[in-house]
């Protein structure tokens, strides 16, 4: 259960922790040594953003076959593994190399109405919602037991059609898609709602009702964790759910599925589409009979999906969108450990996460020493297979990803900002980038105002607090933010200032089962996790009844 409990926020208990010279030699270079991932002691060591002790394979190297099979390419409909309707199927690929994995069902507005009507019917006449809230609680823990059982599958499916380490996968999340499981289990029988008093002789009831039918459509950097944020709540409220995955990355998602059926999910109450997001994206969110939409992914497409749903039936929509967040580093912090965290609030998981701390302001007294020692950080991070041990940073998600990154190098070149480390690929094959640093960037360069989404950390320079508040906040988006001092005045007057919906002080990336997460601005609409996401998915009723001859009001 320690174990358990530690998932939660592994992330940042595990990313600033130096690996051990015995947790090192316990793990040979193949997909059976990193076995010992999994296990419960060894979590807390084996996730790290430290240099390794001893450097990986290059990513020249021919890559490591992983040892899991590929089960689940089919659509996931009424509780079945189904062909798409027009028996069309699409490759999903290996970031290693760019070779395919496995020909996955390419789902669209057809496969979209057949998922929807199944949902439908689970909702309308189906046991999930007429349940008692204990039996849903149960078949949600029920499935974080499978998913333990089976995490070395599980993670090595991530690992393989993401690019993300397998420390990462096995390490951190399969232990909190499991930890944020449990989670909305432990809600499913404490959703309840009020009685009101009334001006009068009424009995007032206020219900917090299932909302019905609700679409979800998960990005492509956080499979896993995106597929427990959204589906948890949705289920552990009593809905039915379509879920659409990322083209690139399909896999664990069906898996997983296929898991919730195995503890006893319904038929038809979670169906899985895999598709694109022109066909089957745009199909769930312009569907009629979906009550409700909750979309992760890039902020132009947030518009879309915001539109589609206006244009339908009006259902509600949350977004979970993009950001440019700001980590600011003051004159009183250590600079050795800011360096460390700023380092891996950039870099985390290649660079490719929403939150990610990617514009680094660094008060001017010691802006030099920092750059000088952010420069040498990511000259030691560790390129290579995610499979192999000590590797910290795999590849980019597909070749689109990898060309639009170098496309923002070069601008930062261009735009006259100093790259003092990285700046190209890495390798010969397959989609890594070297860990880039610029210094001297301003405000009004594209790689200090646009999310790059990879490995690019941009460095500026300020002189005082009102001026990088001022700075901070001058950006159409809002999701998070980092500081970095030991004042505690600072800490207040910052973490108050900035507008985000998410302030990390002195830590970064902590992603407790129960912190609600979301944007201001352009980041989005609404908040993920916590009890928070239970609004998401529940209709509010009132029911006013007259009393006669009340013994009390």
Known sequence: MAARRAASSILSRCLLASSSPASASASASSPAGNSALLGAGALLHRFSTAPAAAAAAPATDEPIQPAVEIKYTQLLINGNFVDAASGKTFPTLDPRTGEVIARVAEGDSEDINRAVAAARRAFDEGPWPRMTAYERCRVLLRFADLIERHAEEIAALETWDNGKTLAQSSGAEV?????????????????????VPADGAHHVQVLHEPVGVAGQIIPWNFPLLM????????????????????????????????????????????????????????????????????????????????????????????????????????????????????????????????????????????????????????????????????????PQIDEEQFKKILRYVRSGVDSGATLVAGGDRAGNRGFYIQPTVFADAKDEMKIAKEEIFGPVQTILKFSGVEEVIRRANATQYGLAAGVFTRSLDAANTLSRALRAGTVWVNCYDVFDAGIPFGGYKMSGVGREKGIYALRNYLQTKAVVTPIRDAAWL
Not at 180 to 195: E, S, T
């Open 227 to 394: 597929f427990a944020w959204k589906v948890g709540p949705a289920l552990a409220c009593g809905n039915a759910v379509v879920l659409k995955t990322a083209e690139q990355t399909p896999l664990s998602a069906l898996y997983v599925a296929s898991l919730l059926h195995e503890a006893g999910l319904p038929d038809g109450v979670l169906n899985v589409v895999s598709g694109f997001g022109p066909t089957a994206g745009a199909a769930l969110c312009s569907h009629m009979g979906v009550d409700k939409l909750a979309f992760t992914g890039s902020t132009g497409t947030g518009q879309i999906v915001l539109e589609l749903a206006a244009r339908s039936n009006l259902k509600p929509v949350t977004l979970e969108l993009g950001g440019k967040s700001p980590f600011i580093v003051m004159d009183d912090a250590d600079v050795d450990q800011a360096v460390e965290l700023a380092h891996h609030a950039v870099f985390f998981n290649q660079g490719q996460c929403c939150c990610a701390g990617s514009r680094t302001f660094v008060h001017e007294r010691v802006y030099d020493e920092f750059v000088e020692k952010s420069k040498a950080r990511a000259q030691k991070r560790v390129v290579g297979d995610p499979f192999r041990n000590g590797v910290e940073q795999g």
């Open 175 to 195: 232990p909190m898609l499991a930890r944020c499981m449990r989670y909305y289990a432990g809600w499913a029988d404490k959703i309840h709602g009020l009685v």
